[in-house]
C-alpha cells in the first residue's frame, strides 16, 4: 500500500533548539496538509500546499514556524526556536484534489517533546 | 466561522450494542465531509467522504449519513476491534477557506466484551 513517510518519528529537543520535520507524500499527490495535534486542541491545521505552492498558513505561528515543498516528495515544517508548548505530534497528510472521494491519507506523525 | 462538533465526546457500548456518533458543521459550501478513524499511536484512517444531503455510504459494520447540517456515523453489532476515536472533518467549496480541511474534537468509542 502506499503510504505518507514522516520522520523523525520520535524527537526530543531542549527549548530554543531548531527542529525540523519531514514528510514524504504518496507519488502523484498535488495536495499536502500539515497538522498538529495534542489533547488540548486535537487536530489543528498549520499549512495547506496544492501543487507545492502554499495555499495556506494561518494555523501556523509565523514568528517560529515555517513549512515548505522543496519538491514534489518532500514537505518541511521546522520550528526555530522550539519551545515547551510546541510539544505535540504533528501529522502530515497527503491527497488528490481530483480525487477526494479517496480521502487524504496521514502519515504516523513525529512526536515532538520539547524540554 | 466554519466550525465542526462532535459528540458524544466519549462512547462506551457492550459488543454487539448498536449506536450513532454525531458530527455537526457549519461551513461556507460543503465540498465533502470525511469521517477518520484514528488508533492510539497512530495516524488518522480515512474511512469516508460523503459529498451531498442524503448521501450513505456502509463499509463492514459502519455506515456513513449526510444531511445539511449534521452526519453520523451508526455502529452496527460492534466488536472491540472498532474501538477507536472516530474524527470527522469538512472541506469547503469556496471562499477564502477553500481546501481547509476542519476537523472535530473526535469521539472516542470504546467496545467491551
Known amino acids: 500500500d502506499a503510504r505518507v513517510t514522516q520522520t523523525p518519528r520520535d524527537k526530543v529537543t531542549e527549548m530554543g533548539q531548531e527542529v525540523t520535520m519531514r514528510c514524504q507524500p504518496i507519488?502523484?499527490?498535488?495536495?499536502v496538509f500539515w497538522y498538529r495535534q495534542t489533547m488540548m486542541q486535537g487536530l489543528e491545521l498549520l499549512a495547506y500546499?496544492?501543487?507545492?505552492?502554499?495555499?495556506?498558513d494561518s494555523g501556523m505561528p509565523k514568528d517560529r514556524f515555517s513549512a515548505e515543498m522543496p519538491d514534489a516528495t518532500l514537505a518541511t515544517l521546522k520550528i526555530q526556536p522550539s519551545e515547551p508548548r510546541d510539544s505535540a505530534v504533528y501529522f502530515c497528510?497527503?491527497?488528490?484534489?481530483?480525487?477526494?472521494?479517496?480521502?487524504?491519507?496521514f502519515g504516523s506523525g513525529t512526536r515532538l517533546t520539547v524540554v | 466561522e466554519d466550525q465542526v462538533t462532535q459528540s458524544p465526546e466519549a462512547l462506551r457500548l457492550q459488543e454487539g450494542e448498536s449506536s450513532s456518533l454525531n458530527c455537526s458543521y457549519t461551513?461556507?459550501?460543503?465540498?465533502?465531509l470525511f469521517w477518520y478513524r484514528q488508533d492510539p499511536g497512530k495516524g488518522p484512517e480515512f474511512l469516508f467522504t460523503?459529498?451531498?444531503a442524503g448521501e450513505e455510504k456502509e463499509k463492514e459494520r459502519l455506515k456513513a449519513t449526510l444531511t445539511k447540517k449534521e452526519s453520523f456515523l451508526h455502529i452496527t453489532a460492534p466488536k472491540p476491534e472498532d474501538s477507536a476515536t472516530y474524527l470527522c472533518?469538512?472541506?469547503?467549496?469556496?471562499?477564502?477557506?477553500?481546501?481547509?480541511?476542519?476537523f472535530g474534537r473526535g469521539t472516542q468509542l470504546t467496545v467491551w466484551p
Open positions: 497528510a497527503s491527497g488528490s484534489e481530483g480525487g477526494s472521494s479517496y480521502g487524504y491519507t
Open positions: 507519488l502523484g499527490h498535488n495536495t
Open positions: 500546499f496544492r501543487n507545492r505552492a502554499p495555499l495556506d
Open positions: 461551513v461556507s459550501g460543503l465540498r465533502g
Open positions: 460523503l459529498y451531498s
Open positions: 472533518a469538512v472541506q469547503a467549496r469556496g471562499g477564502s477557506t477553500l481546501g481547509r480541511l476542519y
